[in-house]
């Protein structure tokens, strides 16, 4: 054959969307009976940490609750000593997903990209929060300039300045809970102050954790593409200086079942590939079939 790879390249972020290598030893017309199709192999549930020893902060003082969706509630605390506020969020996840929350990236509505966002998991090492540049509606993307060595990054990736640590956590059945502070102002210039003069817009997500090698050869967790997020037209506002009042319910009464993906066709005495880019397919098409995740 005269093909040694075929790859869809996107020229904006430097990436590859997909590669395929031919192997030499590949017959013309190589025919082989259907095989089932089948999912990539989904990573085991971490071992989380126990019920007891985690607080949240239902049992310290008033709280205020707000619904995100039926899937995610946020509650708070403000602190004005420290000038610190303490956020937990809970949601009917699986126990490999991250929950995120944060500002919009407008003052004006609901937009994702310029948010300030906290993304919250937990895995076998414990409870993790952890600040997110939003800078493209895109998945972490990291290279190193060869002009001075430096690591530019684009998309959904994580600060460089993280301003938030974790506080407790725990899952029970179906439910996540995570609870993480942040001071009401950072000294990182990307990050939005928490107002309590007026409402603020706000976002969140929800979807599997990741991970991601670094141009160090470094591996870091990072979040794969929200299975649910807020929708840009949604009236999502928040007064965190409002009056401590409890509006949630939220009920997780079973755990999701695991998607599964479409089946993946079989190709056979064809010549001629027509690829047409369009949606990923989250969970049932490219992430749910090759356990990558997809753009």
Request: net charge negative.
């Amino acid at each position: 054959h005269t093909i040694d790879w075929f790859s869809v390249w996107c020229v904006q972020f430097n990436v590859s969307f997909g590669e395929l290598l031919i192997p030499d030893d590949l017959p013309a017309f190589a025919s082989a009976a259907p095989t089932p199709a089948t999912s990539a192999p989904r990573p085991s549930a971490p071992t989380l940490p126990p019920v007891e020893e985690c607080s949240t902060l239902e049992s310290e003082q008033p709280v205020n609750c707000k619904q995100l969706s039926e899937n995610v509630k946020m509650s708070w605390v403000i602190d004005r000593i420290t000038d610190t506020i303490y956020i937990t969020l809970c949601g009917c996840v699986q126990p490999d997903n991250y929950i995120a929350f944060g500002l919009s990236g407008s003052v004006n509505r609901v937009q994702m990209v310029r948010g300030d966002v906290t993304w919250t998991w937990l895995d076998s090492e414990g409870v993790h929060a952890q600040d997110l540049d939003l800078s493209a509606y895109a998945q972490c993307f990291m290279t190193r300039r060869r002009r001075d060595g430096r690591i530019l990054q684009s998309g959904v990736c994580p600060d460089v300045q993280n301003d938030v640590f974790s506080v407790s956590g725990y899952r029970e059945g179906c439910t996540t809970c995570i609870t993480y502070a942040k001071p009401l102002q950072t000294t990182d210039p990307t990050d939005i102050p928490i107002l309590l003069d007026r409402e603020q817009y706000v976002i969140w997500s929800m979807g599997p954790v990741g991970s991601l090698v670094t141009p160090l050869d470094t591996t870091i967790p990072v979040p794969f593409r929200h299975f649910v997020r807020a929708n840009p037209t949604d009236d999502l506002r928040v007064n965190f200086s409002r009056t401590p009042v409890d509006e949630c319910n939220l009920q997780c009464t079973g755990c999701s079942a695991v998607i599964q993906p479409w089946p993946r066709p079989v190709l056979e005495h064809t010549t001629t590939i027509n690829a047409r880019i369009g949606q990923s397919g989250s969970e049932k098409g490219y992430a749910g079939i090759t356990g990558t995740a997809g753009w």
